[in-house]
């Protein structure tokens, strides 16, 4: 991709010259690290892959794409969340330029500063909350930073819960996400 007067890269969102979004391939590349990087440290040390591994390796890889003006760093910011043996839930978020941190709670776009300052409010107020207030926690802070309130099909949300018997990430079903809507509603 050449630097020069395109205008390519002058918008939020990065176009590659034939219109394609930059930040999806980048993504996709990113999954692909982070999976083959798991799987190899489970090949060899014979255990799952710690969350803060995993987040270190990946933010040391985003780094090397800021030392070399051919190389155009990533553009996407990755959240891991994985339940460690030892340490319970973990939640890192990593920066295209090679910084990673462990959150509580935490947000990534446009208005991130101010929604993780009120993630962090609410979880200071009650650090022992339970699923369905966490959930309803995330969803009333995406509200009210956004300033809208969302339909069950406007929204996308996704948990791993430490407390549960299977472990998996699992996308809520719009009728899951729409019962906390309603939830939210009544407490509100």
Do not use: N, W
């Not at 969350?51 to 990533?74: E, F, G, I, N, S």
Request: hydrophobic fraction near 40%; charged fraction near 25%; glycine fraction near 8%.
């Amino acid at each position: 991709m050449s630097r020069g007067g395109s205008g390519y890269d002058r918008h939020i969102t990065i176009f590659s010259p034939e219109g394609r979004l930059f930040q999806v391939a980048d993504a996709r590349s990113l999954v692909q690290q982070a999976r083959q990087q798991a799987a190899e440290f489970r090949f060899k040390f014979g255990y799952e892959c710690p969350v803060d591994y995993l987040a270190r390796v990946m933010a040391d890889k985003a780094q090397v794409y800021t030392q070399h003006a051919y190389m155009r760093p990533l553009g996407v910011v990755p959240m891991l969340i994985g339940i460690d043996e030892e340490l319970g839930p973990q939640l890192f978020k990593v920066d295209p330029a090679g910084y990673y941190a462990g959150y509580k709670a935490c947000a990534v776009g446009g208005k991130e500063t101010e929604a993780t300052t009120q993630l962090e409010k609410k979880l200071k107020a009650k650090p022992d909350m339970s699923y369905e207030e966490a959930v309803q926690t995330a969803i009333a802070t995406l509200q009210g930073v956004l300033s809208e309130e969302f339909k069950a099909s406007e929204i996308e949300v996704a948990a791993v819960r430490a407390d549960a018997h299977d472990r998996a990430f699992r996308v809520l079903s719009a009728e899951e996400v729409e019962g906390f809507l309603v939830a939210l509603s009544e407490r509100d």
